[in-house]
């Protein structure tokens, strides 16, 4: 009490005091206690404290203003007797306390919505106290709408605006946002989205509403730019954008509006433009940064527009920030477009639970919102009662006749698809009516093209199957029976009986969306008569959708009474659509309707009126089918509710369905994008009660005959193939692409339209997208293949093959062989059938086979084909043993260039993957093993296919081998023809080229891994000749792709097989050819030759790079070869290495051969002699200098080299000028007494008669017994040497004894001096000789 | 003085600093951010700068460069400005760092790039109060000599500003005012707090 009177006595102070200050501080401690006390304590004190309204201090009022908030906040269900002060001071002198009013009533605002959501949540109902604050709140919205309306203070208005702004954000639903809000203990908890439960206050529908209408005022702001302030343009932009932003649901309209605002704001005169353009730019780029689907959608629209306000650049920096997440996205939504049959999530573009969400809260928020529309929403002439039950009796006995009992049984445990889901969300947009075609727009752009396209192709499959007969203008349909309508009534009524009020709306809602998708088709592609094969009854995606829809909806309003024991249900289906698959299967009735229904709507929008008597009846239908529906879907439901809907609402709900259908109908005629524009402007009037209908007339329906009905669906494919010609952006590119997917699998294989397509994808393959949708296509295709279990599959998996080879085909005829389209598409197509195989075999193979003709083979396609292996082998696990298959194939090609090509593939790409390398070795080996054993394995090589057919013609040769094989093996009986061909031709086995064939592959292997070369050392000893020529063509191009890294061939050469020896030396050969041998292969192959191998052949190719020492060793073992190695030795030995020099001079060498002892060398004489011989040979190595040089080193050789006397004869013979060196190295044999070595001495005597005259001064130098002895053995020397001797000079100087020899003494003389005669008579002879 | 005023530049030195001083000297209620990621000053070269985060007061940056070579530092003005900032204020602050700092009625960036994301920064706040902001962006150079200019700018501007009644109903006039005296072009936005 003490405290109620301090609190007066405050009061009064701050109301009456003069002194400004203490009139506030006294307020302020006023409050302090207010706040303190009890709330209904302080509620007495109220009326005191509204009295300071009137204070004229205006910070007197302005403190005021807060304090009221401060208590409002606190004591809430007491202080609506203050918020009529607020409400007052809205219109306050001073702008500063009018605002902050506007601000504390905001707060105080969304603190008593977000009480009263959580009282009803709580409590199941709202406090008395709060209803009455709910009421003045309206009352400050209406105060705050009128101020943003009316002129005045542009501070305040902005506060308005903003106030706008908040409520829309707190009235449209956002189940995500909400939930973020939540989970981050966010301020601004309220979302309307928490009002599921049917509040007693607040009312979910109309508040929705009232905030769509509330965004309307908003953008009307932007209408009339040019009255405005700039400050208040730019806030109304900012505020749509704040709008668009956190409610994507108006992202849509917002931007539309945007855009549409830009061009025309240069009217705008009074206020800043430039800013109010920046404002509009900045609201862009905060769109852009956006990564929700809807705002990204319009990223291409944004960035256009951006780009015209040059903000391109900055457009593009936000882009490449947002980047990164949208190809996440984008990653994601691929990856789950291919695994369709997971989840309902993969239907759509971003992660699932984001969107499922997100699509049954707009699925909730529309059902709930339906009711008002829907009594908003009709109108027009008094006869809409009647009508309706005569629309609804014609579809019904349409459905039934089409829709034998059968159908319903697997409509049973048919789930809930993505696809109904989406039907059921479209419908409730529809019914919506002008606010849902915001909506529609958005959740449109919003759907997956698949999606979009399998709701299209789910709505034409309600076409008739059996067109009823028509007559244009008679034949109402009043006959008919019951229909469509009728079932969603029952559904209804069975789910939610207890408050029929707004259910019957929510449940007829769907079923015009359905209409209305239909109808879209039929102005496209009505007169598609449904496949039999997808019977429309078999389908589960027709009237699911509106169950679960209505399920969903329902909840919002009938709970009042037992809310508790419904609200978890409720939850859940708003939150997941699992809990939905109950609804479902009660559903399983009205799925028949839809089918007829929009052939039925269709006709009934064409009806311009039905007699008035018929309503009656019509009502009795409605009823009485409720009732025989109940016990069908009761069974799941477990509805305890009674059924009992109010007829008028019957009447409204279907009146309302009519206007729709009507509204959609007109939309889908024009165009099915502009879908939204339209629906709007019919609706609007919104007259509740009022029940009034147009019935249009039914369209005609005319029987087309087979030859019609396949142009019609030409045209019609035709039609949305050009469609990317009018649609701009790339928006709709992909439904085009999606619904020509589902068209092409719904179509009889029809030749005509795949050829179309064909032509149409790739006319503009890379340009439009081709590649795009013929993937699009043919995953449809394999989505239906694993989908339908039942005979579909067959069709469809008959019609992806068909359509991808066609495709392919195509792909290669046109473009050139350089173009990855080829190999693209099949690397990406969803699984690559038998036929594409091999129409890829024989694209690399193909004229084998036609190889009778000419050779057409474009070796560029054979690239290609081999490309596309490649590629598959990498990317398609499944295929990759058909396609190495196929490439192995091409690696034994009996063409030259193909089987190169197919061989680089292989080796250096293909062997390097672990996972074939296996394959592709054995295969080789295979191969390999093949040429060298053809005896053994030519059974093998036949059974091999590959091997087999691409032998063709070189097979001739080879099946005439194996017949001589066989005739060999004894079965002669069976083979005698054959086998007699084949003995002619055994012996030529097997053609160079053809083994040439076999081995390349293994070789270019062996260069990627050179450890099987040991292969080719050991089957070469036992290869035939021709693959032995084959290997040695094969082994220079190896050495040479080796390198220098051969120290596994080292290891080989280290140990080679027996039988190998050629090779062996073919691959020093080649090892040294180019470069110099390594120190290893020197020692590997000295080693081999000190232990293993002892033929010196080996050593040739190293020779060069041994020093003297080392050769010389080995030179008798050099020698000992056949003199062509021999020769190839020498060379090598003379030619050394470029840093050592040559191992010997060729001086070098001929002393080194003369050195040879045949006897300690085990060598023939004639060996050597021979080598003497190749070096002669060689006169321009062997010149007369060397050969001088040589011989006047071994001259003085003890003992002399046996054939030295040879050498010299052979090197005067062949160098004449030699001679005078000659004579010199004879008269050097005589002082060495040359006649004591009898070998020499015959060589002596020869070489000095064959250079006689010149060696008649060595012969004189001879003793006389041996001159005598030696004229003896060459008599015809005696005569001239004697004539010689006999001149004057000479015989002066001669000793008598040997003028004895020659005759030249008297024979007065004394006989002691024969010996010395003879010389003079052979000298006279000679001279003689001279004379005659 | 009726209003709060933050002026914003990139780093927090050189243009908010020299606007903050001037506007702090004559008795304005002001404050200074940067909106970058760091605080960058010059370095010996262009690829070379000094960076700092912000929360580095300005005397350390100081004492850090005057050690690293007086003489460039002093030569191209760093030295001195940073000596004139550790006079306003302790060290630089982000922007986007202190939404604490309270709401307020103007904020000056000096630079389109550090408007947008001001403005951006705005709308991603929990807009709760409902008071208005006026964001203005008037383009400076980042150099001492412009920034000097736009300073003495930012003072006009602000001393317009503040004797209207209500920014809100005058603003495109003071716009349209100060652009035609100074020949200097301006862009503005209008946020809440």
Known sequence: MASRDQALSLLAAANTHSDLAVKLSSLKQAKDILLSVEPSLAAELFPYLAELQFSPENLVRKMLVKIIEEIGLKAMEHCSVLIPVLLAFMKDTDPLVARQSIISCTHIFCAVLEEMALQFRRRGKVEHGLEELWLWMIKFKDAVFAIAMEPGYVGTKLLSLKFLETY?????????????????????????????????????????????????????????????????????????????????????????ALLDFSPNFEAVKVCHTASIQYSLRTAFLGFLRCTHPVIFESRDRLLRALRAMNAGDAADQVIRQVDKMIKNNERASRESRFSRDDQLSSQLPVSGDQL?????????????????????????????????????????????????????????????????????????????????????????????????????????????KNPPPLSRSGNLPVSRPIGPVSSPAQVVVTSAPTNSFSPVPTAHVPFSATNGLSLSDTSTANNYPADAKRDPRRDPRRLDPRRAASSVGVPSIPITDDAGAMEPEFDGSISLSKPLSLPVVTSVESPALPMSNSETDDKAIENPLVPESDQVSLKEKIFSKPEDAVPSSEVKTSSDHGLSPPHTVDEDSVASKLSDVEVTFEAHTSAF?????????????????????????????????????????????????????????????WTRMALLARLVAQIDADDDIVVMLQNHIVLDYQLQKGHELVLHILYHLHSLVTLDSAGSSSYASALYEKFLLVVAKSLLDTFPASDKSFSRLLGEVPVLPESALTLLDDLCYRDVLDSHGKEVRDGERVTQGLGAVWGLILGRPNNRQACLDIALKCAVHSQDDIRAKAIRLVANKLYQLNYIADNIEQFATKMILSAVDQRTSDTELSQSGSTDQREGEVGSQETSVSGSQLSDTGNCETNTARGAQGVVQSASTMSLSEAQRLVSLFFALCTQKPTLLQLVFDIYGRAPKTVKQAVHRNIPILIRALGSSYSELLRIISDPPEGCENLLMLVLQKLTQETMPSADLIATVKHLYETKLKDATILIPILSSLSKNEVLPIFPRLVGLPIEKFQMALAHILQGSAHTGPALTPAEVLVAIHDISPEKDGLALKKITDACSAC?????????????????????????????????????????????????????????????????WVGFLKCVSQTRPHSFRVLLQLPPPL?????????????PLATYASQPSIKTSLPRSTLAVLGLLNDSQTQQHVTSLHPSETSSSVHGANLT | MKFRYAMVCSSNQNRSMEAHSLLKRQGFDASSYGTGAHVKLPGPSLREPNVYDFGTPYKQMFDDLRRKDPDLYKRNGILPMLKRNSSVKLAPQRWQENASDGSFDVVFTFEEKVFDMVVEDLHSRDQAFMRSVLVINLEVKDNHEEAAIGAQLALDLCQMIEASDSWEDSIDEIIAAFETKHRRKLLYSISFY
Not at chain 1, 1220 to 1238: G, H, I, N, T
Request: glycine share 4%; charged share 20%; proline share 6%.
């Open chain 1, 673 to 733: 994008m502009e879908l939204d524009q339209h629906s709007p402007a019919v609706s609007n009037t919104s007259i509740p009660e009022e029940t009034c209908q147009d019935l249009p007339q039914l369209p005609i329906y005319i029987e087309l005959t087979e030859e019609q009905q396949r142009n019609v669906r030409k045209l019609a494919v035709e039609r949305i193939i050009e469609s990317y010609k009018p649609l701009p952006g790339t928006d709709y590119s």
């Open chain 1, 1267 to 1279: 001159l005598e002895s030696a004229l003896n053995k060459h008599a015809n020397l005696r005569g």
């Open chain 1, 168 to 256: 829309i954000l707190l009235f449209t639903d956002d189940t995500n946002d909400s939930d973020k809000l939540v989970a981050e203990g966010n301020r601004q908890l309220f979302n309307v989205s928490w009002l599921v439960g049917g509040h007693p206050v607040l009312d979910p529908v109309a508040l929705m509403s009232d905030a769509d209408r509330t965004l309307g005022i908003l953008l009307d702001f932007l209408q009339s730019p040019s009255n405005l302030p700039g400050s208040l343009t730019i806030v109304v932009v900012n505020c749509l954008a704040a709008i668009a932003r956190k409610r994507p649901l108006h992202y849509g309209t917002v931007l539309s």
């Open chain 1, 356 to 464: 499922r969400k997100r699509s049954v809260s707009l699925d909730t928020e529309e059902l709930a919102n339906g009711h008002e529309v829907s009594s908003k929403r009709i109108c027009y002439g008094p006869n809409i009662s009647s009508t309706v039950p005569i629309q609804i009796n014609d579809s019904e006995e349409e459905s039934v006749s089409v829709n034998g009992v059968s159908s319903n049984a697997s409509l049973l445990d048919s789930d809930l698809t993505p696809v109904e889901q989406m039907i059921a969300m479209i419908g409730a947009l529809l019914a919506e009516g002008e606010r849902g075609a915001e909506s529609l727009e958005i959740l449109i752009s919003n759907i997956h093209p698949d999606l979009l396209a399998d709701i299209v192709i789910a709505n034409m499959k309600h076409l008739p």
């Open chain 1, 1176 to 1240: 002669f040979e060689q006169r321009t190595v062997f010149t007369q200098q060397v050969l001088a040089k040589a011989l006047n080193q071994m001259v003085d050789q003890t003992p002399l080299p046996l054939l030295f006397m040879r050498t010299v004869i052979q090197a005067v013979d062949a160098f004449p000028t030699l001679v005078d060196f000659v004579m010199e190295l004879l008269s050097k044999l005589v002082s060495r007494q040359v006649w004591k070595m009898p070998k020499l």
